[in-house]
């Protein structure tokens, strides 16, 4: 039997990250292969480490601070993140926690595949080896649905350490059109599209771990990534067209003060009953555009880049609506499904 170990984000407090994560070991496992994500979490000295090795932007150490800062000044943000660790302990296997990258092999030394993905692991704005599994010695390495997020090339010091941590890969599939393009110019190999984990599952399987509705009557859910005084006008509008009283998933110090009602301290599978509860969902999250489009719930993405803009991670959302004009939910399941089934299971 196939030992796998999955590395993907999983302590950015993000639910998208979460479930997409949970929908991957899911599948992996119902196709009969041991699995595990490995759980890593770089300390201080290995996040300083790669700032320096990857040459990523100081701004990044800013972005962090900002986000600790709502954590601790909002009790439901707390709440949040402390609902993710429960979250993986209710529905997933991890590994031992690994801070590093000498951890990260000594946790996968009994796997005999390794698998990155999703999410925007290959993001050059944040680039780091482990999420390349460099850590690997003798394993197969396979990518699924890796997201570079950007549609410019990175610097040319950044697209060299990418062609030379993937030249050992033995399968590779990106999530966006724009990221398989990208890929080929700096790597020369081919790589497939694949459909987000979150895609792998059927509407009937997130109904199974969604919590029930935080609201019996229709109501106007709002969960935004990004700060943007456009989003709250917006809302406003709609709330005005319609009557319905606005709920908010709080995720910026800004959010935590808007809409009627705010849902703090949420979990992941709350979040899953609150999208599919609404009668309306407003967001700028390429997960929560997802999740809106699963349960057929109306859902409008208010775009929080510009398009123009050479770090915009736009591109995961129209890659999204590409796909959905040629091919239904069901394809996209069957596809990844196969496709996992034949590179991760199937070949030796």
């Known amino acids: ?184 110019q700096m790597t020369g190999r081919q790589a497939e599209v694949m459909p987000d984990p979150v895609c792998l599952l059927s509407r009937a399987e997130w109904e199974e771990i969604a919590e029930s509705s935080p609201l019996a009557e229709p109501y106007l859910l709002c969960y935004f990534i990004g700060e943007n005084p456009a989003y709250w006008e917006r809302v406003q509008q709609l709330k005005a067209e319609t009557g319905w009283k606005t709920l908010v998933l709080p995720v910026t110090a800004e959010s935590f003060s808007q809409g009627d009602q705010v849902l703090e301290g949420m979990g992941p599978e709350g979040f899953l009953g609150a999208v599919r509860g609404a009668a309306c969902f407003c967001t700028d999250s390429f997960h929560g555009f997802v999740f809106g489009t699963i349960f057929g719930v109306r859902t409008e993405v208010l775009r929080r880049y510009r398009d123009g803009d050479p770090e915009s991670k736009n591109s995961r959302i129209d890659q999204f609506q590409r796909m959905m004009k040629i091919m239904s939910l069901d394809e996209m399941r069957e596809r990844g499904r196969r496709w996992l089934k034949g590179e991760v299971g199937g070949r030796k």
């Open 1 to 184: 039997m196939e030992k796998v170990g999955i590395i993907t984000f999983l302590h950015n407090d993000n639910y998208g990250s979460s479930l997409q994560a949970y929908a991957l070991q899911r599948v992996i496992r119902e196709m009969g292969m041991d699995c595990e994500h490995l759980d890593y979490a770089p300390d201080r000295a290995e996040k300083i480490r790669n700032l320096v090795r990857s040459r990523n932007h100081p701004k990044l150490i800013l972005e962090g601070m900002r986000k600790r800062q709502v954590r601790e000044n909002q009790e439901g943000a707390r709440a949040k993140g402390d609902s993710f660790p429960a979250f993986y302990r209710r529905r997933m296997r991890l590994s031992d926690p690994a801070s590093n990258l000498r951890e990260l092999r000594e946790r996968s030394a009994e796997d005999t595949v390794l698998l990155c993905g999703s999410d925007q692991i290959w993001n050059p704005v944040w680039l780091n080896p482990a999420y390349f599994l460099t850590f690997g010695l003798e394993q197969r390495k396979v990518a699924y649905a890796a997201s570079l997020g950007v549609s410019t090339l990175p610097p040319k010091g950044k697209a060299r350490k990418i062609r030379r941590w993937t030249a050992d890969f033995q399968a590779i599939s990106v999530r966006e059109e724009e990221g398989a393009r990208l890929f080929q």
